[in-house]
């Protein structure tokens, strides 16, 4: 696959992706809304935009198109989605922009999991009077745009995928206060990440792991799991936030409270969530059964 930049012969077909993607992807607009805007698309907007392209065997199979650093649109042809196509798109405007913001729509629950995969936070959100619709407008930066050249960059927070698992598992299995179990095979970790897709993370810094949690919720409250952080890089805000990070994602699922489990004879792993205002429930006991 090869990301290259617009030329005008894509047109009809960026057209093209963009409505039949559309359509699937926002199927609670009607679908005459987007049919009404494909000459706006291809006469107003196209030219006005930076738009590269994904190309497989000589073949347009997905568009990104900015204006400055507002992502217009991000849309792969839907037989071609799952293929990395987005992935590589959205990095390559992250290369050349090191600042990106994009509007989702609430009910595109993919496309807010993707961005969030991708490193980007809700800023805020609006009523798109056009459509009915709540628009989550969310932001990226590079990680570090802010430190002064000479200072190593902060670590960066990403979704934890399946792929990691052998580097968390021994970072769980190098942190003390960490229980771990059959319950964290890589079959059953790799079932959770299914069950709550880009809510876990991962803290990363020059591909080495130093950082990560659990996080999912069973739709009613959100869990986290096993968070640690290595013991060369504490005190360091990383903790912090993958806890905030979580939180964050739990809460654009939904999801109004978060419970943790800490063993009781981890005295420092209870000081921490103290310290970061999470309230010991003095009235509850936690009780376990074999299935
Ligand atoms: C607990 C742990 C994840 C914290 O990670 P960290 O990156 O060192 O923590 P942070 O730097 O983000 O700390 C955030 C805040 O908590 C405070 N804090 C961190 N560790 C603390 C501790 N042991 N006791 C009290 N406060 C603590 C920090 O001072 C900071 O406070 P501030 O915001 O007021 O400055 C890490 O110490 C760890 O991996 N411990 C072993 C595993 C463990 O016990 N995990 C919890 C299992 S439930």
Redesign the pocket.
């Known amino acids: 696959m090869k990301i290259r930049k617009f030329e005008p012969k894509d047109r009809d077909s960026i057209v093209e992706i963009w409505y039949k993607a559309s359509i699937i992807a926002h199927d609670f607009i009607p679908k005459e809304i987007w049919e009404a805007e494909k000459t706006t698309i291809r006469d107003q907007y196209l030219p006005l935009a930076e738009t590269w392209v994904a190309e497989e065997e000589g073949k347009v199979i997905g568009f990104i198109s900015l204006l400055d650093q507002y992502i217009g649109g991000l849309f792969v042809e839907p037989s071609q989605q799952g293929k990395g196509a987005g992935t590589q798109l959205i990095q390559r405007a992250q290369e050349e922009k090191g600042h990106l913001t994009v509007g989702v729509y609430s009910k595109n629950s993919a496309a807010r999991g993707f961005y969030r995969k991708h490193g980007f936070r809700k800023t805020n959100e609006e009523l798109q009077t056009e459509t009915g619709e709540i628009v989550i407008n969310k932001a990226w930066k590079q990680a570090g745009d802010s430190v002064k050249s000479g200072e190593s960059k902060p670590a960066a927070i990403r979704a934890l995928v399946i792929e990691d698992y052998d580097a968390v598992i021994e970072l769980w299995q190098s942190?003390?206060?960490?229980g771990l179990s059959e319950a964290d095979s890589r079959e059953n970790i790799r079932r959770f990440l299914a069950r709550n897709p880009y809510l876990s993370s991962v803290?990363e810094k020059d591909g080495e792991i130093l950082?990560a949690?659990l996080c999912g919720h069973d739709s009613r409250r959100g869990y986290?799991?096993?968070?640690?952080?290595?013991?060369d890089?504490?005190?360091?805000?990383?903790?912090?936030?993958?806890?905030d990070i979580s939180l964050e994602n739990l809460k654009a699922e939904g999801i109004d409270k978060c419970h943790?489990?800490?063993?009781r004879e981890?005295?420092?792993?209870?000081?921490?969530?103290?310290?970061?205002e999470w309230k010991a429930r003095l009235d509850l006991t936690i009780m376990s059964k074999r299935t």
């Open positions: 942190t003390e206060g960490i803290a950082g949690v986290l799991h096993h968070l640690a952080v290595r013991s890089r504490r005190l360091q805000g990383i903790g912090k936030r993958l806890v943790i489990f800490v063993f981890n005295e420092k792993g209870v000081a921490f969530w103290a310290q970061n």
